[in-house]
């Protein structure tokens, strides 16, 4: 048996929920997404009536200042693109490996496979060129990938994967073949796909594949086609004995995986249940596993006439062997709550089964309460899992599952996830570290989202058990990336935290919140490790690199910590506004791309540090602990508005703010979900291009 892969870090944004854990609020509760198309993404002469699916919110929106892209640059760019971006950042997070502390870690031998398969953005240059001023959009999907080991300045093997809708699984069995290989230390895996266009529904309506209700009845009565959905997911893989080296949380374990194609079948696009099993099979003998340690199959179940039996009948020619009795092996597809994510449904499908391992539960596959006819359910081993039901296993056997995702064109993906060993489990117990003064550093691209990072982790820290004092500064201190715009305070305990950063949002000025931005200009220096915490906080937030120093009697973990919020500018190529008859149309200059900054300090703010070592553009020194508001602004900053304006006050207890905290509610098949914001914001004005990401400024730079 080869040894398994850790997946260290996951996130992911689907129909109806914008994290894992709304995602796991909507498995949960069997909850179904998929609904009209959002109002706001339709054009004159679209076809909404095809247009059914599971849609993403704010497909419009980026942070691209945040990344170094300009946003005349990101409204061109491919919406999967910059969602990739975002979420493989998320990703990063969740791991508690930001760029520069990856980079040093792995040497940068860091690997990105992703899987994608439309490329509908270029659609919309072409028909603004044929209805007007001539227009470009999008890129190829090679670039997708490509993008992310650029921002991240990952030097491993980077590719996109299109085999069609096995396009996720194939990109994870590719990472792990790489994995093993020595091809790379560390790989991000992850899967975009969005429906931006309606030329897809027009080729699944001609092509009879739609689904007649509009919804998908994985192996359910009356399945007679597909709903096609968005989701963007990633991943980071690192092998088991590096995980567990470094300390690293692991969500769960890869333990094999298989690809395959089915050859020449009955017809282009029928699928061959002889094929189906043997994918199966292959990744079972590679994860050296039997049929019978499979505990749960996250099937592929798109619902289809043709589909749903004959994987039925590949599965059971694998299970059926191994003495199980009727009905004993439960079996979904995520496909029922979101629809068919395509190139990204074998990653929903994997973040679902990730989520059932956490909460060790299964969850309701929808659609199906009464079950497909042409299935042999009465001598089948396999049986629909319609309920919410603790999942239970014999004596201490770890939970397994098999996840399956199958190409049109015939490339079958099958991949088997094992439950982490107990000890590396993200609810490992730990034991606590005793109180003293401790360093707690916080910061983001700018005022506003420095103001939001606060907010969120008081929500967290509300709604959630307070995690150990010294796991949570060593997570925001060695696990996120440090940004220009810095706050800090000395603590000895997470209620202190807590009731500190509240009062210095209400403005009280005995907070005592160090506050400050990472100057320009600095040069690197070796970390100050040892000193007066309160001056460790205080040359930190100045720019200072500093090293926290772990707790005694135990090493420090990643803890779970909310997302950085993301600003939400509208980055899109505008809407044709003249026919090609018109006879101005000619001599008319090309529109602008549409962007617009979600306040004007991002869209004037200078750039962070990039991913590449590049210092930012501002400076600025912390106005002192007794300070309860943002710094002033210097003279001759870009930044607008008023220069010290303190925080508003903000109830304690109280929601995020930003829209970025709100994703599109789920909604019922047949309602209408409520569109992101459409209307384009103020331009930004043209400048410089920004640099990316900050680097972590106390660990080792890679070599240019």
Not at 90 to 100: I, T, V
Not at 462 to 484: K, Q, V, Y
Not at 562 to 591: I, K, V
């Amino acid at each position: 048996r080869a040894e398994p892969l850790a997946v260290v870090g996951i996130a992911g944004r689907f129909p109806g929920a914008a994290s894992l854990a709304e995602f796991w609020d909507l498995l949960r509760t069997g909850t179904c997404a998929v609904g009209p198309v959002p109002p706001d993404r339709l054009r004159p002469g679209w076809p909404a009536s095809l247009m059914h699916g599971g849609y993403l919110a704010d497909v419009d929106r980026f942070d691209p200042l945040l990344l170094g892209i300009t946003p005349r640059h990101a409204a061109l760019m491919d919406p999967q693109e910059r969602l990739c971006l975002e979420v493989v950042w998320e990703a990063l997070d969740d791991a508690g490996y930001p760029a520069a502390r990856l980079r040093a870690a792995h040497d940068s031998r860091v690997g990105v496979y992703v899987g994608s398969m439309y490329n509908e953005y270029p659609y919309f240059g072409v028909e603004q060129s044929l209805l007007g001023p001539p227009a470009d959009s999008g890129s190829t999907v090679a670039g997708i990938a490509n993008r992310v080991s650029y921002a991240f300045d990952l030097h491993g093997p980077s590719m996109t994967v299109d085999t069609m809708c096995s396009a996720s699984l194939v990109a994870l069995h590719l990472a792990a073949r790489a994995l093993r290989a020595g091809d790379c230390e560390a790989a991000v895996v992850a899967a975009t796909n969005l429906s931006l266009h309606p030329n897809k529904f027009r080729q699944i309506d001609r092509l009879g594949g739609a689904s007649g209700d509009r919804l998908c009845r994985s192996f359910g009565r009356g399945g007679d086609g597909m709903v096609p959905a968005e989701a963007v997911c990633a991943l980071l893989l690192k092998p088991l004995s590096a995980a567990e080296a470094a300390g690293d949380r692991v969500h769960a374990l890869v333990s094999g995986t298989a690809v395959i194609n089915a050859g020449r079948t009955n017809g282009w696009i029928v699928p061959s249940p002889t094929a189906q099993a043997e994918v199966v099979r292959q990744a079972l003998a590679d994860a050296g596993l039997n049929p019978s340690d499979i505990g749960y199959l996250e099937a592929h179940g798109a619902g289809t006439a043709l589909g749903d039996p004959i994987e039925a009948d590949g599965l059971h020619r694998i299970f059926a062997g191994d003495g199980r009795g009727r009905g004993t092996l439960p079996i979904g597809s995520v496909k029922s709550n979101i629809g068919h994510a395509e190139a990204s449904a074998g990653l929903a499908g994997a973040a679902k089964v990730v989520l059932q391992f956490a909460h060790r539960t299964l969850v309701p596959s929808l659609h199906a309460d009464e079950l497909n006819p042409d299935i042999d359910w009465e001598h089948s081993p396999l049986r629909v899992q319609r309920t919410l039901q603790p999942w239970d296993t014999p004596g201490t056997a770890p939970r397994r599952a098999g996840v399956s995702s199958f190409g049109a064109g015939g490339t079958l993906a099958h991949v088997v996830l094992e439950e982490p060993p107990a000890h590396l489990a993200p609810d490992a117990p730990a034991d606590p570290t005793p109180p003293a003064p401790t360093p707690v550093l916080l910061s983001a691209y700018d005022e506003d989202r420095l103001r939001e990072v606060v907010t969120r982790l008081l929500d967290r820290l509300r709604d959630h058990p307070a995690p150990d004092l010294a796991d949570l500064a060593f997570t925001l201190a060695e696990g996120r990336h440090h940004l220009r715009e810095r706050a800090a305070l000395v603590v000895r305990g997470v209620g202190e935290l807590a009731d500190r950063l509240r009062r210095h949002l209400d403005g009280d000025p005995t907070a005592a919140v160090h506050r400050g931005r990472a100057p320009s200009d600095r040069t690197r220096t070796e970390p100050l490790t040892a000193g007066d915490p309160e001056e460790l906080a205080r040359q930190w937030v100045t720019g200072r690199p500093v090293r926290i120093a772990p707790p005694t009697g135990r090493r420090p973990r990643i803890v779970p910590l909310p997302a950085y919020p993301f600003a939400r500018m509208r980055c899109w190529l505008p809407e044709p506004s003249q026919r090609p008859d018109t006879p101005a149309a000619s001599a008319s200059p090309a529109p602008e791309p549409s962007y617009g900054p979600a306040t004007a300090a991002a869209s004037a703010s200078p750039a962070p540090e990039s991913a590449h070592g590049a210092a930012p553009t501002a400076a600025s020194t912390s106005p002192g602990p007794d300070s309860a508001s943002w710094p002033v602004t210097p003279a001759g900053s870009a930044l607008s508005g008023p220069e010290s304006a303190p925080w508003p006050v903000t109830p304690a207890g109280s929601a995020p703010s930003g829209p970025e905290s709100a994703s599109r509610p789920a909604t019922p098949a047949g309602s209408a979900p409520s569109g992101p914001e459409s209307a384009p914001r103020p331009a930004t004005p043209a400048g410089p291009a920004p640099s990316g990401p900050e680097s972590s400024p106390w660990l080792a730079a890679p070599t240019a």
